[in-house]
């Protein structure tokens, strides 16, 4: 199937390091995106990894890709309470070649409290 | 540079109306894709247009749903009639060039039908 799944919901508590998971489907997916959704806002890429890559770090955001697994994960350091937002997972559809046709998982509403 | 621009931000119909929801993408930015987004469903990716042409609409739901690139620079939404479980928050993205990943997103339309 086209399913990129996470789990819903996430609570930690501010100045602690959140992760959210995700599996996707296609192991030929080029690139592989963490999208950030505010309250009543549209989604804002975040980060982004190529698949020949393990590991991206980008200031407290931390993305690791196995792709044995097909998971990737989306680490915050020192979660702060404007983290709080819906984070998405997403991959290219299979077999959209260079379209770039993205699929995005459910999302996980990352709860942070003070 | 101005974002991706949808209107209207909030529309309230009744079920057998029309709904005309607009978009205009990022000036240069040559795909167009719009997305409905529903607490059961998620985000799902209904159409996408490359230099204003339809390249896939399998997302689409239904015959009642048709959407429309007359130019670069504006897309519209439609459905004809509406009914309640079209409510939803449609958004609008854009990109420059087929793969490079950032897909741009409005605000969204939310769309409640009753």
């Known amino acids: 199937g086209e399913d990129v799944e996470q789990s819903l919901f996430l609570s930690v508590r501010e100045g602690d390091s959140s992760v959210i998971n995700c599996t996707y489907t296609?192991?030929?997916?080029?690139?592989l995106y963490w999208y950030k959704q505010e309250p009543g806002a549209g989604l804002q890429l975040l980060t982004y990894?190529?698949?020949?890559?393990d590991m991206k770090q980008d200031q407290r955001l931390t993305v690791l890709l196995n792709k044995k697994d097909k998971h990737l994960s989306l680490r915050i350091a020192d979660t702060q309470t404007g983290d709080s937002a819906i984070y998405f997972c997403?991959?290219?559809?299979?077999?959209?070649?260079?379209?770039?046709?993205?699929?995005f998982g459910q999302g996980t509403t990352l709860q942070v409290k003070p | 540079d101005a974002g991706v621009i949808q209107s209207p931000r909030h529309e309230v119909t009744e079920m057998g109306q029309e709904v005309t929801l607009r978009c205009k993408p990022i000036?240069?930015?040559?795909?167009l894709f719009w997305y409905r987004q529903t607490m059961m469903r998620g985000l799902e990716l209904l159409i996408y247009?490359?230099?204003?042409?339809?390249?896939?609409d399998s997302g689409m739901p239904e015959d009642r749903f048709s959407a429309k690139m007359p130019n670069a620079s504006f897309s519209t939404l439609k459905i004809q009639p509406s009914e309640p479980r079209d409510s939803a928050v449609y958004f609008c993205?854009?990109?420059?060039?087929?793969?490079?990943?950032?897909?741009?997103f409005g605000e969204g339309s939310r769309l409640t039908v009753l």
């Open positions: 247009f490359n230099n204003n042409v339809p390249i896939d």
């Open positions: 296609d192991s030929s997916s080029t690139y």
């Open positions: 000036s240069g930015h040559d795909y």
């Open positions: 997403a991959e290219t559809l299979p077999g959209s070649g260079n379209t770039g046709k993205l699929i």
């Open positions: 990894i190529f698949s020949n890559m």
């Open positions: 993205a854009s990109r420059k060039g087929p793969n490079t990943g950032e897909l741009f």
